[in-house]
């Protein structure tokens, strides 16, 4: 006579669960003898850069809204009188050289 038991994925081998106290947010692993899977939430990359605007381009006033328009960058400020700008970007969804375009 066989005896079957059934219960929730928890509590079955292998598996874990990992809950914090005071959050909803419930972690599950999943762990196979060559791998292990772990989900994380994103983490963004922030660099800085900084580079000289080309003349044609420096006449326009909205040059820190031009390089806002580019999909990852967090924070621009152009100084005039050097004809600089500088960019606060997440490297994991731009690149300085779409930047570049964008405002040049």
Known sequence: ?????????PAMANNK???KPGKDK???????KKKSYNHHAYRADIKTVTFKVNKKASHHKNVEAMAMAVRGVKDAS???????ITVKYDANKTSVRSIKHAVN
């Open 78 to 84: 152009y100084n005039r009188r050097s004809g600089k």
């Open 17 to 19: 669960v990992d809950k």
């Open 26 to 32: 419930v972690e599950m692993r999943f762990f196979d």
């Open 1 to 9: 006579m066989m005896i079957m038991a059934i219960t929730s994925v």
